[in-house]
């Protein structure tokens, strides 16, 4: 089956933001489905100086037609001024499961 189905990866500051922000996208059918993943150590250059930071990676499972709302979302709610939002095509997959995915998003 094929869909427009989407896969966007989020880095939060901490775990619990990352959460808070999986809740809601899921409660405002943003996103059918989001994962947690603490324990990253993120490496890149932020005006000029190269930083270090632990964050949380957040994976969202959506629609192409929720990116939009989606990443105003985000805008809106992430504490980074500048959130990493990237959309990855997820469009080859189970069957089933693409279609819970759109099930779920509105």
């Known amino acids: 089956m094929s869909t427009d189905a989407k896969l966007v990866l989020i880095t939060c500051e901490t775990q619990t933001e990352a ?23 993120s490496v890149y250059r932020w005006q000029g100086e190269i930083k270090v930071q632990p964050e949380t990676l957040l994976l969202l499972k959506t629609t192409a037609a929720a990116i939009a709302p989606l990443k105003r979302f985000i805008q809106d709610n992430h504490s980074y001024n500048v959130p990493e939002f990237l959309v990855f095509d997820a469009s080859d997959g189970l069957s089933a499961y693409l279609q819970w995915i759109n099930d779920n998003v509105e």
């Open 19 to 41: 959460r808070e922000l999986a809740y809601l996208c899921v409660e405002k059918s943003l996103a059918a489905c989001a994962q947690v993943l603490p324990g990253l150590d």
